[in-house]
């Protein structure tokens, strides 16, 4: 593990909370720094990490900058379904701008609601103080959503917390290539803020026949996505043409112009033919 990188991950509200403590619970070799933001007692006393702010006014700007010691980047977990949640965020990311700390904010979608105009003006704020949001969708998780499918809060909360062990994986567990913190953060630009998260998975000979496969039904391969951060994880037996061919789908999918960052982690300890590709993308708006 690279112990001289640091991502403090901060856990907004009941489901940001939630996130944590599920981190804690079955990755906890990944998840060092965490610190529990919510704007009421109850709420804050179920996080389990000693690091808890409360933040009774959303209008305020909690006082964070002081905990982020050698911070590489800052993750936020919050519920889009909250507005307090998604002000608080915001709030949090205005307090700690003056550091220049990369901050990704995955906001997951979990309450069977039309997003009103103070929905999308709580995200539209937050979106603008973030380096990138990832809106995390169960229904459709290759499209950027703007309103609920029906996500229920254990499928949420579970859904974050292993895209997050993803995320946590590509910067601490060497690879032959590795993937910076500053290669993350420059997914995002000014034109385009939100993003999304795929992860394919399969075990096989055809395991790369899988994955290109669902690349290509994926709705995400009818859109352009000029910007991506593709990292593959997989054993021993899989080899570079396998990767050529999911390299090939990707590029297709990215587009003639597009921008790929390439990360490649070949793990002793998984099975020799597993592979697991994990895809973070950012669409035009």
């Keep these: 593990m690279q112990q001289q990188l640091v991502i403090h991950i901060i856990g907004i509200g009941e489901v940001g909370i939630r996130v944590i403590n599920q981190l804690i619970r079955y990755e906890s070799h990944y998840i060092a720094i965490g610190i529990a933001l919510a704007t009421d007692a109850a709420t804050l006393h179920d996080a389990q990490i000693s690091m808890r702010i409360l933040v009774p006014d959303t209008n305020n700007a909690p006082n964070i900058a002081p905990h982020l010691h050698e911070t590489k980047m800052v993750v936020l977990v919050g519920d889009y379904g909250q507005v307090r949640d998604m002000q608080l965020a915001h709030q949090a990311i205005a307090s700690i701008a003056h550091l220049g700390i990369p ?25 603008h103080a973030a380096t990138g949001v ?34 946590l ?4 567990d060497p690879g032959l290539i590795s993937i910076d913190v500053t290669d993350f953060a420059a997914l995002f630009h000014e034109s385009a803020k939100v993003g999304i998260i795929k992860t394919y998975c399969a075990q096989g000979r055809d395991a790369n026949q899988q994955i290109t496969a669902a690349l290509h039904q994926s709705h995400i391969a009818t859109h352009q996505y000029p910007r991506i951060l593709l990292h593959v994880h997989c054993g021993e037996s899989v080899t570079l043409p396998d990767i050529g061919a999911i390299a090939d789908e990707v590029e297709r ?33």
């Design 103 to 127: 901050t990704i904010a995955l906001v997951t979608n979990i309450d069977t609601i039309q997003p009103t105009p103070t929905h999308r003006e709580a995200f539209a704020q937050l979106q």
């Design 134 to 167: 990832f809106m995390l969708d169960h229904q459709q998780t290759e499209r950027i959503t703007s309103r609920s499918k029906g996500y229920t809060p254990p499928q949420a909360i579970t859904h974050a917390r292993n895209i997050l062990s993803d995320m």
């Design 169 to 172: 994986r590509l910067f601490y």
């Design 253 to 285: 999918i990215c587009g003639p112009d597009g921008n790929i960052t390439w990360g490649l982690f070949v793990d002793v300890n998984c099975p020799e033919d597993y592979l697991q590709v994990d895809l973070f993308a950012v669409e035009s708006v």
